[in-house]
């Protein structure tokens, strides 16, 4: 059932009416300095009734090719709906983003602490209000994510299996792959589901990165979606991808056998058969060269781009690999 938006909206004790645009600033601490940090969320509102579209990035303080995916459908006006409402959350841990950290100042990952406490620690405080004061009033969403540290991860999204509702929209939304994933506990999508609010989570990129063409992805699946919904202002094109999404529903990381410098032979997105060679391995002196090899046939839908690897390391996520694990 679409939640009606004929009457005002209200985020963090300010009202939104129909056909309205507003900015608000939520501050929920400030820093060590006592200098204030407000996080700025972007809502606009049709005079048409419709859905509540959530567009968030940032989850992550490092994963900014999300926040750029974000701020580029502000700066284009792709959030002015042609109906219902469109709430934009470009940074929502700024604190890690100020820091070009992963984490909360408290060392916690915002992304594992939900639904949050109101007397907890930070983290879980600000996963509180978000959870209390965003999401009851929102329908959908799209979460832009990128991969941690240096591994790079294909343009996908990710989706609990047996949910028909998700499964359209991933068709809709149209990424080159869609994975098949298990909610994580304490993730903002797990809390997200358990509220009725159909999500999905996009992964591209790497960390401290902003990547062009995972943005455009980002952008026009986001799109996409917006017209699914019949909320997206008609002077926008849409582009519509020649093949269908990819779904992938297992998969897992192949791990360096060797510490050394890692020469990555770029195949991040293809199709490799079992015995393909993805990279090789040498140490800086000369000794020796080791082939990494794909265990398998299946997509590489993440790559790890780090130039330095230690045993174990994760280099490469591959389709229908057995070692499984994921990030979000």
């Given amino acids: 059932m679409i939640k009606s938006n004929s009457k005002p909206l209200v985020l963090f004790g300010e009202s939104i009416m129909p056909g309205e645009n507003k900015t608000i600033n939520v501050e929920i601490a400030r820093l060590h300095t006592t200098t204030k940090l407000n996080i700025p969320i972007i809502v606009r509102r049709s005079k ?31 959030n002015k709906p042609k109906r219902g409402t469109i709430i934009c959350f470009p940074i929502i841990n700024v604190y890690g983003f100020v820091n070009k950290s992963r984490e909360f100042p408290d060392g916690r990952d915002l992304n594992r602490v939900f639904p949050g406490n109101k007397t907890g620690s930070l983290a879980s405080r600000f996963a509180f209000q978000i959870l209390t ?18 591994r790079f991860n294909a343009p996908q999204i990710r989706i609990t299996q047996d949910n028909p509702e998700l499964k359209i929209l991933a068709d809709v939304f149209n990424a080159p792959f869609t994975l098949y994933s298990k909610n994580i506990s304490g993730s903002f999508r797990n809390s997200s589901e358990k509220l009725n609010v159909k999500m999905l989570l996009f992964e591209g990129g790497k960390s401290l990165d902003i990547n062009s063409a995972i943005a455009a992805e980002g952008i026009s699946g986001a799109k996409r979606f917006l017209n699914h919904f019949d909320m997206l202002d008609p002077k926008h094109s849409i582009s519509h991808q020649k093949l269908n999404t990819i779904y992938i529903e297992k998969s897992g990381w192949i791990r360096a056998k060797c510490s050394g410098l890692m020469q990555d032979y770029n195949s991040l997105g293809k199709f490799v058969k079992k015995g393909t060679v993805l990279a090789i391995i040498t140490d800086p002196y000369g000794k020796f060269e080791r082939k990494v090899k794909a265990p398998n046939d299946g997509y590489i839908i993440n790559a790890n781009h780090s130039p330095i690897v230690y045993e174990g390391d994760a280099i490469y996520h591959l389709s229908n690999a057995l070692d499984e694990e994921e990030e979000e």
């Fill in 48 to 78: 048409i009734d419709g859905p509540v579209v959530l567009f968030s990035a940032g989850i992550h303080g490092d994963e900014i090719n999300g926040v750029e995916i974000v701020r580029q459908l502000i700066n284009k006006k792709i």
């Fill in 133 to 150: 004061e965003i999401m009851p009033i929102v329908n959908y969403a799209v979460d832009f994510h990128a991969g941690g540290a240096s």
